[in-house]
Each structure stands twice: as C-alpha cells, then as structure tokens.
T-cell receptor, first 113, second 114 residues
Framework: GENVEQHPSTLSVQEGDSAVIKCTYSDSASNYFPWYKQELGKRPQLIIDIRSNVGEKKDQRIAVTLNKTAKHFSLHITETQPEDSAVYFCAAPSGGGADGLTFGKGTHLIIQP | NAGVTQTPKFQVLKTGQSMTLQCAQDMNHEYMSWYRQDPGMGLRLIHYSVGAGITDQGEVPNGYNVSRSTTEDFPLRLLSAAPSQTSVYFC?????WGEGETQYFGPGTRLLVL
C-alpha cells in the first residue's frame, strides 16, 4: 500500500512570511494528492488538491506543486496570516479500488505575530 | 443540507463496554468511511463502504464492526472497548470512490476508554 511521509512536524513562521510543507509518497501509480487543514477541535477540510497531469495549482495564497519523478508534493502558503495556524495533512490514494486515502502525520503550522 | 453528521460528540466508556458511533450524510454519497485520529499518527482508515450492503476493511479494522443498510447511514460498532481505542473518530463520505473524489468529513466523535 501507499506510504506518505510529511515534513516538518512543526513549522513556526512570522506573520507575512511564507510556509512550505513537503510530502513524499511511495506508489508511483498515485495520481491525486489532496491537502487538508484541521483547526483545533474541528474536522479536516480540503483546501487544495492536485492531479498528476499538472505540476502546480494555485488558489489565492496557497499553491501545491507536484514532482512525479521524485514522488513528492508540497504545499506553499504565502503572506501567512494568523488564521493559517492549524494542522495540515497531505494525503494520497491508499491503493487500487476504494481503499480511501493514506494521510501524512500532519504539520502543526504556527504563525507568530 | 447538513452534510456529514456524527453522534455523540464525546463519549466515555469503561473497558469491555460496547457502543455504536453514528454517522449520517444527506448528500446521496455512495462512499462512506471511518478514520481514527491519534496524536502524531494522522488519520488511519478503519472501514469503508462503496454502497448499501457493501463494506470492507481498511488499515486498522481490528476491534470494530460496520454495516451499511442504507445509503445515508454508516454506524461504527465497538463490541468490547479497549483503552487502545481511545481516539477521535471521523466519518467521511464522497460521491464516488475513484481517485480525485473529494471526501467530506463529519465533526468527529471523541472517545475515551478507561
């Protein structure tokens, strides 16, 4: 099955700076990579995703890049704001069929004022 | 449209007790799943269902049972609770189960087993 590694586990940045979270995956057949944001005590919510037919996708201040050759993808948040403080999870399909998603262990993003 | 709902929000059990975590969705989604979330472990798939009457095991199924009698409901049963099952449980659903299907999560059930 799929194995997803996520780094760093904790990331502290100054408000207004950029943040980058990286994930690697093991199954070269995977072609869908979502990112979820989870605020304290809340449910995970999809913030952006990317499919393997593109190398980058942007949505306002967030972007995701994908390198299928190296089997890694990254989340980029620019001009960070206090409301960006949360835990971010990357994920990839667990395998063939309906096996759901395999998640990374999460990155706690802290925005320092 | 309530989306994905879960009850209860919080539950305390004693070792050996049984209980059912409820999950329902009103989006006519075929695919439903249960994840558990533990500190530093991310979310791990317990069981999933691709439609009424069809269920299968995920990564960590031991100690849990599921059934899917209707499209809307997907309850998770703990037959004999153990402290290792202390966790936050999330139900999720999506229209289909192919790659690229956005999964919508419920608000979660926080379970403490003493």
């Amino acid at each position: 099955g799929e194995n997803v590694e996520q780094h760093p586990s904790t990331l502290s940045v100054q408000e207004g700076d950029s943040a980058v979270i990286k994930c690697t995956y093991s199954d070269s057949a995977s072609n869908y990579f979502p990112w979820y944001k989870q605020e304290l005590g809340k449910r995970p919510q999809l913030i952006i995703d990317i499919r393997s037919n593109v190398g980058e996708k942007k949505d306002q201040r967030i972007a995701v890049t994908l390198n299928k050759t190296a089997k890694h993808f990254s989340l980029h948040i620019t001009e960070t704001q206090p409301e960006d403080s949360a835990v971010y999870f990357c994920a990839a399909p667990s395998g063939g069929g309906a096996d759901g998603l395999t998640f990374g262990k999460g990155t706690h993003l802290i925005i320092q004022p | 449209n309530a989306g994905v709902t879960q009850t209860p929000k919080f539950q305390v059990l004693k070792t050996g007790q049984s209980m059912t975590l409820q999950c329902a969705q009103d989006m006519n989604h075929e695919y439903m799943s249960w994840y558990r979330q533990d500190p530093g472990m991310g979310l791990r798939l317990i069981h999933y269902s691709v439609g009424a009457g069809i269920t299968d095991q995920g990564e960590v199924p031991n100690g849990y049972n599921v059934s899917r009698s209707t499209t809307e409901d997907f309850p998770l049963r703990l037959l004999s609770a153990a402290p290792s099952q202390t966790s936050v449980y999330f139900c999720a659903s999506s229209y289909g189960w192919g790659e690229g299907e956005t999964q919508y999560f419920g608000p979660g059930t926080r379970l403490l087993v003493l």
